[in-house]
């Protein structure tokens, strides 16, 4: 497995390189003077020349790349134009925000959606079933942005119960309590809208487990049901929720955009959005080599872990 | 149905069975449908802009805008204080609500104050937090890039108040001031009660610095309204400032005088290293001002970004009400909406006319002071893509065009009343504005029948054509981030162009991309665009002939009109520091755009603001709504 996992890291690096070059042609050649976003409308002559300067803009695009690879080695994220900061400490103050939304949507989908997904497989087409399989489909075709404005307008404003956004409330000290209550509602939206997805996976994994062959031997053998559905079927049913973990992964650096701008959410996804939007180049990019990075371990765990799981999958 | 001729054509017949746009748009946002999706489309440019080039203005001995008068200190819990604050001089100056469209006195639960310098009944108390949100990027600070605009106003005074409603300048920080015979010195006379947070006593160093800060940082915003301070401001003694300038100007006092003073002990060190206040430390160093509010936390990096002061208690012109103050970065807009229904915000600005439908059924104030912005969209006399460059050039069909637009439609549809719509050009100051002048009434038989005496005339299919048979098409362009609703402006005359058979088609672009057509390619007709405007005229870029883009670099004049009276009254007007004597002049150049019109003028918008029911002393202040936030005070 050692080998497994070292081959594997040696082919992302080539990968990694092909993702930074793309996006660097990508940002370069899109419309607009990177420094003149910047800067804005009002930017004398001077100052956009100073700022191209300061960025590389001057430079030809090749020149560019390499100089912006060569920090990247040496551990130097560069300084974000817009803040004047340093954007390795940019992403490090907004990474645990989006880790705890996404990290706890993550779980919170897990312990949700497995037993949804067993009780509708184990009671097929029951009332229960039916009313699960109802809740998922509206889970799946609700966009997350209507969802979030939707509880927005019913927790926040009818019934004041919880707060609009942000992560605390400003102008008193930090509260556990405080927090707690501001991740509800994001958190709410991410999970409901996962696990209806996840839970839907499950139960046809489960489904199609239960109807082999050695299901109905274990069951003539006078196992429990009980023993059955999660001794036996469930270890088998539950890889593509491992897919599934895998590639959820990302997200807890990518961040959920959509969920981020409209809950005031100050973590990675809201950055992408406005560092993007405002061409802040080193923190677009320092953003999608992190992503394209944990990306490439994401799937590396996954697979390790379909190793750890299934004694039929081996690693070479 | 109506008959129609029998030579209508089936195209022709369709259109009529089509709802206009306008209705269907109108429509929809009564139903409040299209409110929260527009909401959250928009964003729209807060920060504060202003033309790009400006003269100086010299306050020489005018009447009512030129005598220093005393500022009021105390909230106004009485009638209007000033000699200019009655309402009869406001609507004199044009400050009145729209004509023809009224404000209604009640929207739903929302109370609808349209009066300039509003009164109180009662004694204000002191309360605990005040907390505002706003869309400003508080990513940075540097109070001469003016990257955001509220946060200085919190801190920092200027040197010369503008008034509230009327724009006409105030003694501030600056007691008093007198003016050289030439017109170029100006000696300014300082407060001495004066402090900043720090408790060091203001003085003329720190004005000294502030102007010079602002007239050479690199990054200043403002650095246009300081080309004639090529001289250092002199420091007579330690309450006593002379600035010499190079020329006469006309808007010195009411734009460079208005711009925020620092504390020269905070930045002098940093500055004579870097020349710039870029990269200081702001979030560990709050800034020290004399305002009325002392800065304790700036968190940019919090959710949302916010800054929390403490109360002045000394300050000068009287201590807030509020003991903390919280400011907080909101940008989307459908965020401050369900912030302003949970309450958590005690005021909300801006606020357009769509929602207002969506929070008319909680209590509050809803105030609608007319705003020192215009819109209009900028005709491009030299498009590198009309097929018909001489359509636009000639007047009779700009004219035409003018009278083709129905302003009371889209005053009523897209700003339910809160706009002057038929003010004309970019003069939306009160202490300036021409009230002799109108656009005109929407009459499109008119208009086509100008049309066709110019020549065009509508063919078979219902297109105007030129004298070549082809048809005319208009190609306008627009920013995708405007504070106002142009866009939907834009859609209103779109339909009412296609009712006179021209096709306009409109492509919304982001800032850059816009700047980069509108200053480089020309391939525009029409540039539709709002702006916020400083009190001094400072506009001429936008009109000179000699500041086309063509032929000037950073130059404006992107549509090249050209008009040799109005280049003598521009020269003149920049120069005139006597107010009264340079409105005269604006009156004359505002009757010159007016009929030969540069741009279609759509009228000035009106601001509007919540205010929770039980705050009151709010003060609309059209230089920046949020600027006398420590007049306000909560009761019960």
Redesign the interface.
Known sequence: MGRYVIRRLVQAIPLLIGISLIVFLMIHLA???AA??AL???A????II?LRHYLGLDLPWYQQYFHLMGHWLRGDLGISV???RSVFT?LW??LP?TAELLGGSILLSLLIALPIGVFSAVRQYSFGDNVVTVISFLGISIPS?WLA?LL??FF??DL?WL??????T??RSFSLLDHLKHLILPLAVLTLIRTAGWSRYLRSSMLEVLSLDYVRTARAKGLTGREVLFRHALRNAIMPIITLLGLSLPDMVGGAIITE??F???GLGQLTVTATVRRDIPVVMALVMLSGAVIVLANLLADLWYGVVDPRVTLH | MTPQPETESAEQRFARMLISRRRLLGSLMAAGLVG?VLA?CGGGNNNK?AA?TGGAANNKGASNLATPQAPSAAPNTGAGAGATGTPAAAAASGGSPAAGVAAPATIGKLTVRTEPYPSYTGSPVDSD?L?IIRSEDL??FNPTAL?SYSPYTFVYDPLVWIDEYTLDPKPWLASSWSISPDGKSYTFKLRSDVKWHDGTPFTADDVAFSFIAYRDD??S?V?RFFPLMQKDPVVVDAQTIRFDLSDTSGDWILNACNQFIMQKAQFNDFWNQKKSL??YPYTDKMLIGTGAWKQTKY????????I?YARNDSYWAGKPHFQ?F?F?Q???T??QI??W????TDLLWPVTATEVDQVKNQEAWLYDPPAVAFMNAWINFKSTKQDHPEFMQNKQVRQALSIGIDRKGYAQAIFKGFVDEQKIGSIAFPWAYNATLKSPDYDQAKAQQMLADAGYKKDSSGSLVGQDGKPIKLIGIISNSQQYPVDKIAVSVQEDFRKLGLALQIDTL????L??RRLKVFDWDLYFASRILFAGFSDYGYYKSDWDPRVK??GLNAGAWSNPQADKLLDQIIREPDLVKQKDLLGQFQAIINDDLPALWFGFPRDLILVKKNFLGFQPNAMWQYWDTWKLWKSG
């Open positions: 419309p607009g003077d003149e976003f804005g409308e009002r004398s002559q001077t100052e100073r817009l803040q004047q940019i103050e907004r925000r942005f404005i927005i307008l926040s404003v004041h707060p609009t956004g942000g992560t605390q400003i102008g701008q409209i005031n959410w100050n | 929260p959250a802009k790009t937090t907390t990513s940075a990257n690199p990054d915003a650095a870029k990269d968190a940019p990096g919090d959710s949302p970004p916010n929390q903390k919280i907080q909101v940008d989307k459908e965020a369900t912030a229904l949970n309450g958590s982001e800032p850059q991309t700047k980069n670099a950073n």
